[in-house]
C-alpha cells in the first residue's frame, strides 16, 4: 500500500500533469529526480522488511532509523512535487457566540461564522479564495415559508432574522511576486489595515470588531494592489519596509462585477518595522490613506475621503494594539478608534482589555464602548473567549439633528465564544 | 563591544551543497523559516525544513533564531495559513532524515546539532546571532 502511494505522484509526473510553462529541462531533471528518489525508497522498503522479518530487539532502533528515512525521503519527493504541481491546502473556521446585553437586542446564540479557505502557490504566483457563511443559513425544510426580506434591525449588522444568512466571498484573488520589492494581487480582498487582515476568530481576542471597523476603511475591495517590502539587517533583527498601493471600485454594494463611475477609489500605505530585540519583540507601524466614493441610498455616489494610523508593539508577554481612523464625507466627518493592550498569563490564557469609540453623523451613533475579557486556548487552532462589556453612549451635537433616533441608554452586556481553526 | 557570534553552539545551519550562500544574517534565516523570503539568489525555491515540534533542537531553534517559542510559531502558522493561505515548512522527526531531505532538495534549508553534520549538506555561518 505504501509503495502505491510513493507511486503514484511519480505516475502522475511521468504522465505529464505539469503545467505548460514549465521549462522542459526543468521537468526533465525533477523526473529524473524524482524517478531516482523512488528507487531509494523502494530500496529503504525492502530493507525494513528485510529486518522486520529478523525481528531480534536489537533491529527496533535500526527500522525507525529506516522509517525516518522513508518520511524524509517521501517529503523531498512531495517538495520537489511542489516546484511541478504545488497543491491545494484547505482550511477554515468555524465560530459559535452567545451575548446578553442591556441593550433591545434580545440575548441570542449565534452560530455565527463558518469559513472555508482555500489556497495554492505555484512558483511565483499565489491564489487564496474565502467562502464565508455569516448566520449560516437556515435548511429551506425549516425556513420561514415565503421568505423574508428582511436582514434584522438596522444598526445591528451581525443579526440576521430572516433566517436566509449570507454566503458571501470574503477573498478570492491572486498574486504574483517577481520579488520581495514588487508584487501584484488581483481581485477581491480585504482591506490592507491591520484589523481587516486579521478580523478572524482565531486571531481577534475579543468576540467582536470594533464598533468604528465598518464606518471607516472599506472592509474590502475589488480591484488591483502593488504591494512589497524590503528589510535590512540590525543586530539580529531587522528594519523593514512595506508598502501597499491599491486601484479598485467605489465602495457599494454590487461593487464585485460593476462600478457607478469611471473614476476609480484609490489607497496606499506604508508600514515600517522598527528593529526589536531582548524583551521588545515588535514594533509595527502603519498609515492607511483611501480616496473613493461611497453609494448612497439612492444609488449615487459621494466622495469619501478616510485615513488612519495603527501600531502593533510586543513587549515580553505584553501586546498592544491601536487603530485610529477619521473619514469624511458629505461634509460629515466621522472618527473612531480601538486601544487594546493584552497579558498572556501563559501558553494558554491570554486576558485584554479594549477601549473603542466611534462618532458618526451618517449612521447617528457616538459609543464608547470598554470591554474586558479572557481567552482560553488550549491548542493554537482552538480558542473559548469571554467577555464584559459596558457601552456609553456620548453626548454630541449631530445626534440632536432632526433624523436623530431613540435617546441611546448606557447597558452593560456579555459575550463567549468558541471557536475552532481546521 | 562583543561581535555578534556567527554560531550557535548548539547548532548549525544547513543547505544543499548546490546553493552557492555561504553566509545568511539571522534576521533573512528567520524571514526564510517564516515563508517570508521565497527565492535563492539562483533562482531556487526555498525549501524549510523543521523539525518534529517535540524535539529539543526545534525549541532552541525557535527561540534562538525565530525569537518565538515553538507554541508562538504555531499560532503564527494559523496567522499565515488564513490570511496568506501559506503552510508551516515540513518537518523530520532525526538528524539522519534531515540531512537526508537537505541532501535531495535543491532548495532546502534546516538545522542540526553540530555533531550530526555530514559531508552530504554545506553548513552556512549565521551572522547576527546572540
Known sequence: MTRIFFLVPVMALAAGVGPAWAQGNEMATLRAEIAKQEV????????IEALEKQQPPSTTAAVQDL????????DSINSLREVVNSKVSLNGYYNFRFSADGSEEPAAFQQHHLGVIMAKQ??????LMELELQNVPHHPEIAPEGGEEGEGEAGHEDTDLSGEGQVAVENAWMEYNHNGYVGLRVGK??????????HYPNLTLSTTIPIYLRELFPAELVGVMFQGNAARPVGNSELGFGYKFYVANNNFEGNSQSDLSDAKSWGARGQVRFPASGAVRRIDVAADIYRGKVGLTDNTLAE???????????????????????????EQTRTGFYLQPAWRIDEDWITFYRAEQLESPRIQRAERRHIVGLNYRPYPQIALKGELYRSQPLERDFLHSEEGGAEAKPFNGFATAAVFFF | MEAPSTQSPYLV??????????TLPV?????????????????????PVDWDSTAAIRDVFSRQVLNRSVREMAEYWVQQSMT???????????????????????????????????????????TGLK
Open chain 1, 67 to 74: 522509517q525516518g528515512d522513508i518520511k524524509a525521503q517521501e
Open chain 1, 189 to 198: 480582498q480585504l482591506s490592507p489595515q491591520y484589523w481587516w487582515q486579521n
Open chain 1, 40 to 47: 531509494v525508497i523502494s530500496q529503504l522498503l525492502r530493507r
Open chain 2, 27 to 47: 534576521a533573512e534565516v528567520r524571514r526564510i523559516f517564516m515563508k517570508q523570503s521565497r527565492m535563492w539568489s539562483n533562482a531556487e525555491p526555498m525549501v
Open chain 1, 304 to 330: 469619501d475621503n478616510v485615513f488612519g494610523f495603527e501600531s502593533q508593539i510586543e513587549i515580553s508577554s505584553f501586546l498592544f494594539q491601536t487603530e485610529w481612523a477619521r473619514g469624511k464625507s458629505l
Open chain 2, 13 to 22: 545551519v544547513i543547505v544543499n551543497k548546490e546553493n552557492p550562500v555561504k
Open chain 1, 122 to 127: 505555484l512558483g511565483k504566483f499565489n491564489f
Open chain 2, 84 to 126: 496568506q493561505g501559506l503552510s508551516p515548512p515540513s518537518t523530520q522527526r532525526s538528524a539522519r532524515a534531515v540531512l537526508r531531505f537537505v541532501a535531495s532538495v535543491p532548495g532546502a534549508i534546516s538545522y542540526v546539532s553540530p555533531g550530526d553534520v555530514d559531508e552530504t549538506v554545506a553548513v552556512i555561518k549565521i
